[in-house]
């Protein structure tokens, strides 16, 4: 039977199948932005002629989307209405009164009011007091005026409610859905007290207007893709990544959209900490690099840093999620002048459609895929494994007037935006490590992406990391991913609390993590998971009292005064890994209790790989090469992946050439393939900045 992870990206999509345990097919396929669902089931269709399955052989259908993303990041979501207790209906725009930046007198709005401006925020007579009892009763003859309204008059097509105190008491919001449903019965609603019942008014109401903005959006796409698979004659159940690593229902996805809006880079982390530990490297830093995006993230003894501080375009969206710093920086990055005449690479991309000017598929700019095949990195007649046929007189063509612009000639001006786009990168690197007191020398680099092992090499050199790992199938990473992530659900309630042994209220948190337990296990139960697999992970919010943000610490399974101060020891540790230092003699509170219910599945048993040869018989050619630092092109020899023998060292400079992706070994470099197919790459001590 054939596992099968979908990967949507701003240029390809990629398929991946994993057969038993041992065996991997994968498909690349352009993106189809205009229908991205004929471009998985182009994907599939040819990963099924490359696997010789057929479609009624694939067991399991994973895919990880960026559907949510990009209607909050283009606001394309639904039309929403926003009910909340009067007087406080215009939190959404006022927001915490945080400035980005301090003095610009012209700064646009920062809190998401484009969401529902204020003509479709009602305030509702209804109060609960913060110990959850009834101050002033639900008003439901306003529910069912305002619901009216915003129907009649403002053509809403969902709404979300966030009451205040509704996560200590949901009574009003569950009674205002039962009332919406007998006026509006086909509108969709958000709770606040089901999508995020935690406390703080202004994140809690966010991220619940952003479920209901998203939910009739992913509704439609992925009811449609369901649709699309059955026709194939896929009859599995549509999994889908959510933002912190795990997998989950599309029912529940789309119960709960929200939690899929930052899961798009999340599989690529999975798959690259599957990839180094496979190697023996259990401190990684992934970075994934494609047409349109580079994704860092940041994993410490073999474990991914988890955040619940999540944003998207500069707004607040509190869901676990692996920790990923995203930039508008990939191969599809536009080079551009400003406006005092200097080079600029990114954010805006050619993406798929025109793409890069060497596509010859329309696009007039210059990309960093054109610098790339200038500078001879890339194979003209072997990108994408050949399907797609690169024109270097076109790059040429659209960085030269850059170029003119500029009165540098077509190669410096390639070789200009190639460090320009590193620059970005290495400073992301910077962002996830060095900010956080991390020293990134200390840390492997895993590059996959389309691009990622393009740009590895130079990143690497000029942040002073002396290992690189290059995975098997570089491209495709992502969509491998999803094959070997948990199903995983994950519930939160807050609770309260000074940690000192004295005053924890040790019962009421074992009551609410045993409800929080039940709530995952049923919903694995839908899943028909083999409940005697399925294993509970216990967490608390912590912070130091007064701190603002909380860190996540993991539980034992039966909290008690005799192992509460061991808690407070991770947290104090956890903050210095974190933030570089810890205060070991300031007060610790718990103000969230979680659970996460996992089903995870047995690691692929790929089986190790000795491959013989020569590698003068893996050489296909040798072709000029521009690298970074050097005063001329340097005669590179031109390796095909497949045929490296295993452990024979390869001196750089050199490309290795794949259908995914291209390696680029740099000179002062040499690299090697293990057993296990990864490519890993070693900087020479003097080679290291």
């Not at 995006?293 to 988890?306: H, N, T």
């Not at 194979?379 to 063509?397: H, K």
């Not at 050199?461 to 995983?488: C, N």
């Not at 509460?564 to 209790?593: C, K, M, T, W």
Request: hydrophobic content about 40%.
């Amino acid at each position: 039977m054939l596992r099968v992870g979908v990967d949507i990206g701003g240029t390809f999509t990629d398929v991946v199948g994993l057969e038993g345990d041992e065996t991997v097919y994968f498909a690349k396929v352009s993106s189809t932005p205009a229908d991205l669902i004929e471009g998985v089931r182009r994907g599939v269709e040819r990963l099924l002629e490359v696997s010789g399955q057929a479609p009624g052989e694939i067991a399991r259908f994973i895919h990880g989307t960026t559907i949510a993303t990009n209607a909050i990041l283009e606001q394309k979501g639904a039309r929403l209405g926003l009910l909340a207790t009067a007087g406080f209906e215009d939190i959404l725009e006022i927001g915490r009164q945080n400035r980005g930046t301090m003095y610009d007198l012209f700064l646009d709005a920062q809190t998401p009011v484009f969401l529902a401006p204020r003509r479709r925020r009602i305030g509702i007579t209804e109060r609960i007091d913060p110990s959850g009892q009834v101050v002033v009763p639900l008003d439901e003859g306003e529910v069912r005026a305002a619901v009216r309204m915003l129907v009649e008059q403002e053509h809403v097509e969902t709404l979300a409610v966030s009451y205040l105190f509704s996560f200590v008491n949901p009574r009003h919001e569950a009674r205002t859905r039962e009332i919406i449903a007998e006026v509006a019965p086909a509108m969709t609603v958000s709770l606040s007290s089901d999508v995020d019942p935690t406390f703080r008014e202004y994140e809690r109401t966010c991220l619940t207007a952003f479920d209901a903005y998203v939910r009739p959006v992913m509704s439609r796409y992925l009811t449609a893709l369901g649709q699309a698979l059955r026709q194939m004659g896929i009859a599995v159940d549509l999994q889908i990544m959510q933002s912190r690593g795990g997998i989950s229902s599309s029912q529940s996805a789309i119960a709960k959209p929200v939690t899929t809006v930052l899961s798009g880079p999340a599989a690529g982390v999975i798959g690259g900490k599957f990839a180094g530990e496979r190697s023996g490297h259990k401190n990684l830093i992934t970075i994934d690099i494609g047409g349109t995006s580079c994704d860092v993230a940041l994993v410490r003894e073999g474990k991914p840093l988890l955040s619940t501080q999540g944003r998207i375009a500069g707004y607040p969206m509190r869901v676990p999620l692996i920790d990923v710093t995203t930039i508008g920086a990939g191969g599809g990055s536009i080079a551009w002048l400003d406006a005092a005449g200097g080079l600029r690479v990114g954010p805006r991309s050619a993406g798929a459609d025109p793409g890069p000017a060497c596509y010859g598929k329309g696009g007039q700019e210059p990309t960093v895929t054109d610098a790339t095949l200038l500078l001879g990195y890339l194979n003209p007649s072997y990108f994408a494994g050949g399907d797609v046929q690169l024109r270097v007189d076109l790059a040429e063509a659209a960085v030269s007037h850059v170029a003119g612009a500029i009165g540098k000639g077509v190669r410096e001006t390639a070789e200009g935006i190639f460090r320009i786009i590193n620059a970005r990168m290495a400073d992301a690197i910077r962002l996830v490590s060095v900010q956080r007191g991390l020293d990134p020398r200390q840390f492997s680099l895993v590059a996959f992406g389309g691009a990622g092992p393009v740009h590895a090499g130079a990143l690497a050199r000029e942040l002073g990391i002396s290992t690189i790992i290059v995975p098997e199938a570089p491209g495709v990473l992502s969509a491998f991913g999803l094959l070997v992530a948990s199903v995983e659900y994950d519930h939160a309630r807050t609770f309260r609390s000074r940690v000192e042994a004295a005053d924890f209220e040790f019962d009421r948190a074992a009551a609410i993590l045993s409800e929080l337990a039940t709530l995952g296990m049923e919903k694995l139960r839908q899943d028909r998971a083999p409940m005697d697999q399925v294993a509970v992970g216990q967490f608390a919010d912590m912070r130091y009292v007064g701190q603002s943000y909380e860190l996540e610490v993991p539980l034992p399974a039966l909290l008690g005064p005799d192992n509460i101060g061991l808690v407070v020891a991770d947290f104090h540790d956890l903050h210095q890994r974190v933030y570089g230092h810890a205060s070991i003699a300031e007060p610790v509170e718990v103000v969230n209790l979680r659970c996460v219910c996992a089903l995870g599945f047995p690691a692929p048993r790929l089986a190790p790989l000795a491959r013989g040869g020569r590698l003068e018989d893996a050489v296909r050619s040798t072709r000029p090469v521009v690298f970074p630092g050097a005063s001329q092109a340097l005669p590179t020899p031109i390796l095909d992946r497949a045929r490296i023998p295993t452990g024979v060292p390869i001196a750089g400079p050199a490309i290795v050439e794949q259908a995914d992706t291209t390696t680029v070994i740099g000179p002062g470099q040499s690299a090697r393939l293990d057993e296990c197919q990864n490519l890993i790459i070693t900087l020479e001590a003097s080679g290291r900045s």
